[in-house]
């Protein structure tokens, strides 16, 4: 997934939306600040719901912790343009802020995808 190539202004871009996104729900917008690392990135701390969340933009990509939770965009579509990815962060962070959940309601399922995946194959007439 990583080679999307991504603009010098990424970080930026991201974060610009991230923000945009916090306020317009009218929540405390974190304060994203320089890391230093093997890849420096810019991190962001907030607390929702009663859990503390980390927020990582990185130069080829954006993830969030939340304790032993791991959120970032994984659908081909996010990883098809720069905008996509941001767009596809942005929205899922949205969902999440706004009650819901990261995983899309178009999204089906790991098991859910077996489950019809067995379907389909089953349902194949035999040569």
Known sequence: MSRLKLSAGFG???KDRIIGTFSRL???VPVFEPRIGELPYLAGEFVH???KYRIEIYDKNVVMH???HYY???MREEWKS???LVSGFVAR???LL???TWQGPEEKRTWDRVVAFVKESIGRPSN
Request: include cysteine; proline fraction near 4%; charge should be negative.
């Open 98 to 100: 706004s009650g819901g």
């Open 49 to 51: 719901a009663g859990r």
């Open 82 to 84: 720069e905008e996509g």
């Open 12 to 14: 930026d871009k991201c």
């Open 26 to 28: 009218g929540l405390t």
């Open 93 to 95: 962070l949205e969902r």
């Open 72 to 74: 970032e965009c994984y």
């Open 66 to 68: 939340e304790g032993p």
